[in-house]
């Protein structure tokens, strides 16, 4: 059975505070990972899709990465816009549905 | 382009009552998905549609219907509401199966008494 699990739970940063968000993740063949942005209220944005391990994208303060177990999304010098939880999801081989993680909540603090 | 529209999005209902949520996009997409979200659990797939005239259960179909007759409409029907269906309802959709770029819309906010 394919999982994910997110960590940490929340994360609170100082503005300017890098860090990393981790997506641990079992999965019957990679399909792709993708990696949401959701602000309270509403649905989740999509941020990134990586496809196999070693690969890497960016999109301004974010960076995320993948390796065969797990991937990072780096938050670079952030800003309070940037306060939101970021969901990560997997997609197996096949026509499988997409499993998400939890979410790690973040808050970037002025 | 509007993107994925749901309506409503707010609806209270009593056990029993039946009701169906609206999704549209316009983005001319095949591949849309409903979800349901709640606190501590991850986004869970309900049902999902490869195109017109073709859907499939996801990992919490019972108790809800879909059809797509369109492309662009994707409407999910609540056949006898439960307190165990109180979620956030939200409709994706998606150009490519790979779920690349899929969109989601606003949401749902359902409350079953």
């Known amino acids: 059975e394919d999982q994910v699990t997110q960590s940490p739970e929340a994360l609170r940063l100082q503005e300017g505070e890098s860090s990393s968000l981790n997506c641990s993740y079992t999965v019957s063949g990679l399909r792709g990972l993708f990696w949401y942005r959701q602000d309270p209220g509403k649905g989740p944005e999509f941020l990134f899709t990586?496809?196999?391990a070693g690969e890497e994208k960016e999109k301004e303060r974010l960076k995320a990465t993948l390796t065969k177990k797990e991937s990072f999304l780096h938050i670079t010098a952030p800003k309070p816009e940037d306060s939101a939880t970021y969901l990560c999801?997997?997609?197996?081989?096949?026509?499988?549905?997409?499993?998400f993680g939890k979410g790690t909540r973040l808050s970037v603090i002025a | 382009n509007a993107g994925v529209t749901q309506t409503p999005k707010f609806q209270v209902l009593k056990t029993g009552q039946s009701m169906t949520l609206q999704c549209a996009q316009d983005m001319n997409h095949e591949y849309m998905s409903w979800y349901r979200q709640d606190p501590g659990m991850g986004l869970r797939l309900i049902h999902y549609s490869v195109g017109a005239g073709i859907t499939d259960q996801g990992e919490v179909p019972n108790g809800y219907n879909v059809s797509r007759s369109t492309t662009e409409d994707f409407p999910l029907r609540l056949l006898s509401a439960a307190p165990s269906q109180t979620s956030v309802y939200f409709c994706a959709s998606s150009y490519r199966p790979d779920y690349n770029e899929q969109f989601f819309g606003p949401g749902t906010r359902l409350t079953v008494l």
């Open positions: 990586l496809y196999s």
């Open positions: 999801a997997v997609q197996g081989r096949g026509n499988t549905p997409l499993v």
